[in-house]
């Protein structure tokens, strides 16, 4: 099993930044940790994620602006987002692979307003 406690999200004006942390607490081995989001209306896509190893991969409406980058003794990813946009409006999830399954957060709310 896997707990996962995310913080960070909240209201920005456009041009701002925001950074995001996801913790996991579990006996399992995490493999790769990453973020998702779903903006209103629409399905949930793949934003950043981060591999063990230090591989990343990264949604080409991101790159550039966001960063992902991990705390393995910790069990934490983080996520800074600049230069952010209102269409980076969305609830954003902490995604895990642990074990042999993946195990998701409850998601926390970005807004990108003026």
């Known amino acids: 099993q896997v707990h996962l406690v995310e913080s960070g999200g909240g209201l920005v004006q456009p041009g701002g930044s925001l950074r995001l942390s996801c913790a996991a607490s579990t006996s399992l081995n995490i493999y790769r940790m990453g973020w998702y989001r779903q903006p209103p209306g629409k399905q949930r896509e793949l934003v950043a994620r981060?591999?063990?190893?230090?591989?990343?991969d990264y949604a080409d409406s991101v790159k550039g602006r966001f960063t992902i980058s991990r705390d393995n003794a910790k069990n934490t990813v983080y996520l800074q987002m600049n230069t952010l946009k209102p269409e980076d409006t969305a609830v954003y999830y902490c995604n895990v692979l642990a074990g042999l399954n993946d195990f998701w957060g409850q998601g926390t709310q970005v807004t990108v307003s003026s």
């Open positions: 981060v591999a063990s190893s230090g591989y990343t």
